[in-house]
């Protein structure tokens, strides 16, 4: 299934685990003028860099699909509030996004176009087949060129709101493949955690909100590591929390 919003990888099933992925897009479609430069596109402020491959490997496993956000978080971040005004970023880590200076019109429109779509279907097919286990994927940068010295050194982050019964089953098992897990880094799960807010914590749902440094999964070597190992532990945290 695919959509100007979203795709859809494999075929989520009854008890599986369902990856949602809202920024694994750098796609801005024809009629869409952001301003920017091109090579921005290929940057974390346009793309969380590395996870739609991620994802895709993580679907051909037994049991697990992905739900992939198909745009630019550029063009609208699904992973904001409708009526945040993120959702349409005029700024991003000192850069300045002269396309998204939209009218009340202009944001409905947009709004309307993705936003809506893409929630929507991701609560009708999350409805129609309730999953065991909800993987929100995104990644992160090793600092923001905003904020240079600020390092992240993080090879792992686990964000939550208030329903961290995933992450405490998690956190335990990254650390023990040897990673720096970050509980609530590089930042809080309370304050970026919008989807999974909606179609988690609202509906009861578990979810498992897991960031991965960019520069670990931006080869296929990597994608391909992290893809085993997420998978591995995504179907440890839906047994224990089942059990």
Known sequence: MEHEAFRLIGEPKFGGILVVSDHASNRVPDDIELGIAS??????????????AVAELLAQRPGIAAYLGNVSRLVCDLNRAADEPSVFPVTSDGHTIPGNALDLAGRAARLARFHAPYHETLAALLDRVPQALLLSLHSFTPQLASNPEEKRPWHVGVLYNADDRAARLA???????GLCVGDQEPYSGKDLNESMDRHGE??????????VRQDLISTPAGQTEWAERLGRIANQVAIALAG
């Open 39 to 52: 090579h921005l596109l290929n940057e974390h402020i346009a793309i969380d860099i590395g996870v739609g």
């Open 202 to 211: 609202a509906e009861g749902r578990p979810y498992l909100g897991v960031e």
């Open 171 to 177: 956190i335990p098992l990254l650390q023990a493949e």
